[in-house]
């Protein structure tokens, strides 16, 4: 396959939150791997066990990928709880050890369930969306950049200051990927606290994408809108289903999306032909929040 039709080859990416094929993180890694990449898996079933929707079989989930893989990439998965710290570092450097390098992180993981109205918060409710969600995500995000800065020594900012990287660069050096959700356009009710870790993302996105990109990482933050991965099928959903018509008829293409519409968006945005988008909140929702 000539390297137009493989734009990723030789390349690694991270894609977390992928253990069934129904969701999103599956979607992008399916997405990734036929443009070339060496894929690598971070997966937390336990989460999955405890929703409506339920949990899938990974051994179909790797057969998945590994089926969509081309030439000589490989595929890898871990088994790791993201709320763990301690686990952050080794889970960046494995993933870039199976190939030596790592070039693209999709932090699409997330904690749902157990949330609530405002009147429903609590300190424990709040941290766990905020471990999950967000802090991880930061974390996840700061060792791929140190990962990429080589071992460089990094004097830490103070407040206002300018990080001083590599300077211009020819091309990226790499690309992260956050989710956000749909608190950019409208309340979420009865989800403030998923609602609360994912605006924290969302927020920090200029922010950080300005500090990566002293080092050639582009950073872009994808709204997906409302994907259907089973929480909005009536036998599985996880809200009112009087609610469930009414979202659909308000959408203007007569459906809720599909994982493989923001995995198109993101494997395109990780491409050269994406490259020169960097530090935004995409929606790609089909015109649903414009409803």
Avoid at 172 to 198: D, I, N
């Amino acid at each position: 396959m000539e390297r137009s039709s493989a734009p990723l080859r030789g390349k690694t990416a991270l894609v977390t939150g992928v253990s069934r094929r129904r969701g999103i993180g599956y979607a992008v890694a399916r997405k990734l791997a036929p443009l070339g990449a060496n894929i690598v898996i971070q997966h937390y079933q336990r989460h999955d066990e405890n929703q409506p929707w339920g949990s899938d079989d990974l051994e179909a989930v790797r057969a998945g990928l590994r089926s969509s893989l081309i030439g000589a990439a490989t595929m890898h998965d871990h088994d790791i709880d993201l709320t763990d710290a301690e686990a952050i570092a080794p889970l960046i450097e494995s993933a870039a050890h199976h190939t030596g390098s790592l070039d693209i992180l999709v932090c699409n993981h997330a904690k749902s369930g157990d949330d609530g109205s405002i009147l429903d918060m609590t300190p424990d409710r709040l941290d766990a969306h905020w471990q999950t969600n967000t802090r991880s995500t930061i974390l996840l995000t700061a060792e791929f950049a140190r990962h990429k800065a080589g071992g460089t020594a990094i004097e830490a900012a103070r407040p206002g200051e300018r990080i001083t990287g590599r300077g211009p660069v020819d091309s990226p050096t790499g690309h992260v990927f956050w989710t956000t959700s749909g608190q950019l356009h409208g309340p979420m009710r009865g989800e403030v606290a998923y609602a609360a870790s994912k605006a924290s993302l969302a927020g920090l996105t200029p922010t950080v994408a300005a500090e990566l990109l002293e080092w050639g990482i582009v950073l872009n933050t994808i709204n997906p809108g409302p994907v259907n991965t089973g929480y909005l099928d009536p036998e599985t959903t996880d809200r009112p289903l009087g609610e469930l018509q009414r979202y659909l008829d308000e959408t203007p293409f007569g459906r809720f999306g599909r994982p493989d519409d923001p995995a198109e968006l993101i494997g395109w945005l990780s491409t050269s032909n994406g490259s020169w988008v960097i530090g935004q909140v995409l929606t790609s929702d089909g015109g649903f929040s414009l409803q």
